[in-house]
Each structure stands twice: as C-alpha cells, then as structure tokens.
C-alpha cells in the first residue's frame, strides 16, 4: 500500500499534515456551530479560531521546511537547548542561549545552509537538507524576533544570498 503514494506527495503530505489537520479543526468547529446554541455555540467558535492558529503555524512551518529533505549530508540532533550537527567531514555544537547571529545562506547550487554564530565566536553550518534539520525551526521558535519572512524567503530563493533571521541585543554581550 506505501507504494501506491508517491514520495514526493508523501513528503508534501508529511510536511503540510499540521495544515491539514489545523483545516479540519476549523470545519469541525464551523460545523459544530450549526447545530449548537448558546455557550456551546460560542465554544464551537473557539475550536475553529483554534484550528485557525495551528493551521497558520503549520503554513509557516511547512514553508520553513521546503528544503528539509532528509537526503543531505549529516544528522541534525536538538536536545536541551542546543542544536547538534553531526557529519563525517565537521560538525560541532551550539547552545541556543549563547547564539548571537543566525543567518541563511544560500548557495549556487540553491541549497540552503543554516548559519549560527554563538557569543563566543565559535560557528557551525548545518545543510537545511541534512536529516533532522526540520528540528531547527522549533528550537529557534524560543529566539524573541526571529524573522520568519526573511527564513521563508531564504527557503524560497534560489539565487545565492545571505539572509539574517536574527541577531542578539549588543547590550547583552559583554
């Protein structure tokens, strides 16, 4: 049965399943609405502006990933405020409270790197491709002011750039 579904629309489904089920919350409570009276009624309006906002974060989530194919080189781990990268060429460690930079750079070839500068000067750079690079986008959803227009326009380019999707308060560093 796996091979009557396409990859590619498997991983297009696996990547807009928050969407997806964001949409059927919303028809749910829209639906609900229609048979309900009173609190309940108002409730069922709850539901669907619920679903509202998963389906919105699962949009912007999806766009983020629309380079995370899992076929890159390396493994992508995060655990306890850090984002490991792991290859046989290089890898190394960051901690996501001592970033100072992060940035997306895309290459000729339009592949996207994920840049992180920490405080210390120390840098790693991750292939948005490599397995596991999905994980990113939750643990830097804790960075107040990420600039998700700028990460969904890095995703979406494929012309060489740099985008930076945030930068510490100077102040902070000392």
Request: hydrophobic residues 50%; without cysteine; charged residues 20%.
């Amino acid at each position: 049965m796996s091979d009557f579904i396409r990859p590619e629309f498997r991983a297009a489904l696996a990547r807009y399943a928050q969407v997806i089920i964001g949409a059927l919350i919303v028809a749910l409570g829209l639906w609900w609405t229609r048979f309900t009276f009173g609190i309940v009624n108002g409730l069922s309006y709850g539901v669907a502006l619920l679903g509202l906002i998963i389906a919105i974060e699962g949009l912007r989530r999806a766009r983020l990933m629309r380079k995370a194919t899992g076929k890159g080189p390396g493994l992508v781990e995060v655990d306890e405020w850090r984002i490991t990268y792991l290859s046989a060429h290089f890898g190394g460690s960051v901690a996501i409270d001592a970033l100072m930079a992060v940035e997306i750079q895309v290459t000729d070839q339009a592949e996207a790197l994920w840049i992180f500068l920490q405080t210390d000067g120390q840098r790693l750079v991750v292939p948005a491709s490599a397995k596991g690079a999905e994980l990113i986008v939750d643990a830097l959803s804790a960075l107040p002011g990420l600039d998700y227009a700028a990460a969904q326009a890095a995703m979406a380019s494929t012309d060489r750039g740099r985008f930076v999707l945030w930068r510490t308060d100077q102040s902070r560093i000392s």
